[in-house]
């Protein structure tokens, strides 16, 4: 029994590491979980500390905020503010001296002396709140009794101010002026927070905190604090990685609140982490955002220590797990009757290999003139043969002899045992039925080739036969003009490819076929594919889209015509296969062999079956995809294969059920050198052009072949306010109420539809060029100025009405308030201030300012931002025509 206990000790050990393996994984997790867990909780109380000193500063400064227009605005003038003095640095911007220098102020707009005393009271009030302060403060006041802007900071303003209107403070002032009057204008809304905003000049963060007062018959005043947070920072928590943003999750927390322990939110997104907080009694929570590879480098350099000890407890532990898996298993002698079990195993092994054998083998020991291993065949013929003299006439022949047997011719060939030397082997071949089987190998294969030269005749021959006639049966039914007869042209034009197909083939498989290379512009060959393969495509309703990403004009040496050739029936293949949707051609060179193109066509149809494809080694192997016009043809695949692979690449199909087909070409094709000198001007150059295009797809074909020609694209987003452009592109009907190009995928060339209206097939290059420049051809033509509904008199009808000074002083700054309001996207305010202005225009009887006003507010009510932005820059110039 002993053995046996020792023989089960290896089991034991094992268990005893894998036991071990698992205990010390188990332990790693829950230490790298401890370490991440103690690293987000002091995060956490770091940003919970952060928010509760921002609500401490938000509630310090509201106190202030009132204080302001209680008491310090509203306190009466006092004696010695006939002493005060102001610096003018611009037109409307003014200096307040004051011995007194913490702060310094600046204000902006017409005013009187009460608002010169109030803005000393106010700065020497924050002289006193700010005297303390290293960090940059900023108070901005919009008076609502003369529409002037007070701007009081810790910041040298008068030196930041000497090139005010090209300085950073004019542009900070005059975004606060814009929010502060779009938030005059909220009724609903006394006070608003901005997000976190970072000073030009300085390295610093703060957010601002607005204040309305709303005051009977004046407009309303509203106070502004710029509020830095660079002071509760901790070191080590980067700047750029904190955000302000509305909390929306839960309503304002109450003053019972603000202790909440769950008042932090930890959210992981994609590579990054979200810690937030709530800031107490407002609609804001403080976001630090940081790399999840922070996390991973702060917890290793935490708990570096113990995870090496851990993992080498770990590698130790696999080490011997696999020692004592791997011990050698025991011995066969160690079992009785093993051995013999196996050599009778492999005994009858080696007689069921010699028997199966389709040669003669004998093996003969000369020592004891016995035969040791022999099959059927040797045994046939053993009795007919001797072997001493077999033995000795193959030592004189190389150990091949020839021995004939009943008339019938054997090869018997000798080898010498390496491991018994007395010992002869002996293979033993029917060289008659060797040789007979050679000869109907030899005759089958004649009889092959003889019906593969009589199969490419009799296509020949047929393809010769058939193209004559189809081409005038063709001819006729075209020439008829019937609505029967287009059908029947439709199909003798099918037939036709089909003839011409099918002789394409047999020159290519009776390798006649001649390649033509020369140089051409593939653009120029898309533009003629796409006018063949558009009426099949309009049929069925779908849309092509040609994305040709190849330099303009780029000149490729190559088999235009075989080129040509590929696309087209690719396209054919593509347009019966595909129900609904759209087909794409996409052309490019390849990324790592410039002198090879990439054509690749994709389509949404209900994609082709593997047989189908296998239609790629020969023609018509499988039955094909067809639809209520016909079927697809069967010969495509292969011919474009073999036409591809003469051109020096190859054809690649892929395919998904109800997802669509992807046919990717690869062709060499090496480019034309240019000649950098030669280089010509481009053909729109110094052109802008408009391009209002809802599909991304679309827009980038046509922005590409624009810019290739020279010209500057702009998109409606992306158009400065007033910005002009010269032509203009869209492919929505309803938006070209102008001269322009309406864009299309099913228009045959280029159709007028109207004075100055052109629509055009975007994926015709030279039918684009050919739009383009009738477009400007006209615009030049008709280039006149519009006469006025009034003959040119509002202006002297503006001045006579006595409103021109009110006019002046109210009109401008509502136009501006249309750009702010719009490039907010605030519709309801946009709203108003355009009924605003329909008024005063309806007052002073200015009918176009009028009609510009309410085709305005039409567009408004539509939410149609593109064409907002265009009459809010009309009426802007009507203004300016007026003033």
Request: glycine share 4%.
């Amino acid at each position: 029994m002993i053995p046996n206990k020792f023989s089960l000790m290896p089991g034991s050990i094992t268990r005893f590491f894998l036991l071990l393996i698992v205990v010390l994984l188990v332990s790693l997790g829950v230490m790298v979980q401890s370490a991440v867990n103690a690293w987000l909780k002091d995060r956490s109380y770091q940003i919970v500390d952060i928010t509760r000193a921002m609500h401490k500063r938000v509630d310090t400064w509201r106190y202030a905020t009132w204080q302001i227009y209680d008491n310090i605005a509203a306190s009466p003038s006092a004696p010695e503010g006939a002493n005060l003095q102001e610096t003018r640095l611009r037109q409307d911007v003014y200096y307040l001296e004051k011995p007194r220098r913490k702060t310094e102020a600046l204000i902006f707009g017409s005013h009187d002396s009460s608002t010169l005393e109030m803005t000393q009271r106010i700065s020497t009030y924050l002289d006193t709140l700010w005297g303390a302060e290293t960090v940059p403060w900023s108070m901005y006041y919009l008076n609502g009794q003369d529409n002037s802007m007070i701007l009081i900071s810790t910041l040298p303003l008068k030196d930041l101010s000497s090139g005010f209107k090209e300085s950073s403070v004019g542009t900070i002032v005059d975004s606060r002026r814009a929010e502060m009057l779009q938030q005059a204008n909220a009724l609903d809304e006394r006070e608003s927070f901005s997000p976190l905003r970072r000073l030009a000049w300085q390295n610093g963060l703060y957010f601002t905190l607005r204040t309305t007062f709303n005051q009977p018959g004046h407009l309303a005043t509203v106070v502004a604090f710029d509020l830095p947070i660079n002071d509760l920072i901790p070191p080590g928590m980067p700047l750029e990685s904190f955000r302000l943003e509305q909390d929306n999750s839960q309503a304002t927390l109450s003053g019972t609140d603000k202790e909440t322990p769950d008042s932090v939110t930890i959210n992981f997104n994609s590579s990054r982490i979200e810690i937030a907080s709530p800031l107490s009694s407002t609609s804001l929570r403080l976001v630090w955002e940081v790399p999840f590879g922070t996390l991973m480098m702060d917890t290793l350099q935490n708990i570096l220590l113990p995870l090496l000890l851990n993992l080498g407890l770990l590698a130790l532990a696999l080490f011997g797990y696999t020692t004592f898996r791997n011990q050698p298993a025991p011995r066969a002698q160690e079992t009785p009757g093993g051995n013999n079990k196996e050599l009778h195993m492999l005994r009858a092994l080696n007689e069921e290999i010699v028997s199966l054998l389709p040669l003669g083998l004998l093996v003969h020991d000369q020592e004891t003139n016995r035969t040791v291993i022999s099959n059927k065949i040797a045994d046939h013929l053993l009795p007919h043969l001797n072997l001493q003299n077999i033995t000795s006439m193959a030592d004189q022949h190389q150990g091949v002899i020839q021995a004939t047997v009943n008339n019938e011719l054997y090869e018997i060939r000798q080898f010498r045992s390496q491991v018994a030397s007395r010992t002869q082997i002996f293979i033993i071949r029917d060289q008659d039925r060797e040789i007979l089987v050679n000869k109907k190998l030899k005759q089958a294969q004649r009889l092959y080739e003889k019906n593969q030269q009589g199969r490419v005749a009799f296509m020949h021959h047929m393809g010769e036969a058939l193209s004559a006639p189809v081409k005038q049966l063709a001819e006729q039914a075209t020439a008829l003009h019937t609505q029967e007869s287009l059908a029947l042209a439709d199909q003798a034009d099918r037939i036709v490819r089909l003839v011409d197909e099918i002789q394409l083939a047999n020159q290519l498989e009776a390798d006649n076929w001649k390649s033509h290379s020369s140089a051409f512009v593939i653009q120029d060959l898309i533009d003629e594919v796409v006018p063949e393969v558009l009426p099949v495509i309009k049929r069925k309703g779908l849309q092509l889209l040609i994305n040709n990403q190849l330099p303009a004009n780029e000149e490729r040496h190559g088999d235009r015509e075989a080129l040509r050739k590929i696309v087209l029936m690719l396209l054919h293949y593509s347009v019966t296969t595909t129900q609904m949707g759209k087909i794409t051609l996409e052309i490019s060179a390849e990324e790592h062999e410039k002198e090879r193109l990439l054509l690749r066509i994709l389509d949404t149809g209900d994609g082709i079956h593997n047989a189908e494809i296998d239609n790629l080694h020969f023609p018509f192997l499988n039955d094909t995809t067809g639809d209520r016009f016909g079927k697809a043809n069967g010969l495509t695949f292969w011919l474009c294969n073999q036409l591809a692979r003469r051109l020096g690449g190859s054809l690649n199909i892929k395919s998904r059920q109800d997802l669509g087909t992807r046919y990717s070409l690869h062709v060499t094709m090496a480019a034309e050198p240019v000649d950098e000198t030669e280089r010509e001007e481009g053909l729109l150059d110094d052109v802008v052009a408009m391009v209002d295009v809802t599909s991304n797809e679309v827009r980038n074909v046509v922005v590409r072949q624009l810019e290739q020609w020279g010209a500057t694209c702009i998109t409606p987003d992306e158009r400065l306010a007033s910005q002009e452009f010269d032509i203009f592109l869209t492919d929505n009907p309803s938006n070209l109420t102008a001269n322009g190009l309406l864009l299309s995928d099913d228009e045959d060339g280029v159709k007028r539809i109207g004075n100055g209206k052109f629509r055009v097939n975007f994926n015709i290059s030279n039918a684009m060029q050919e739009a383009v420049l009738q477009l400007i051809e006209e615009q030049l033509a008709q280039e006149e100025v519009p006469e006025s509904p009034l003959g040119g008199d509002e202006n002297t009808q503006l001045h006579a009405s006595g409103y021109y000074a009110l006019f002046v002083d109210t009109v401008p700054d509502d136009v501006q308030r249309l750009y702010t309001e719009s490039a907010a996207g605030d519709f309801a305010s946009l709203a108003l201030t355009a009924h605003r202005l329909k008024g005063v225009f309806a007052m002073l009887n200015l009918i176009p300012g009028k009609q510009l006003c309410e085709t305005l507010e039409h567009h408004i009510r539509e939410n149609d931002a593109p064409t907002i932005e265009k009459y809010i820059s009309d009426i802007d110039a009507y203004v300016k025509s007026l003033l």
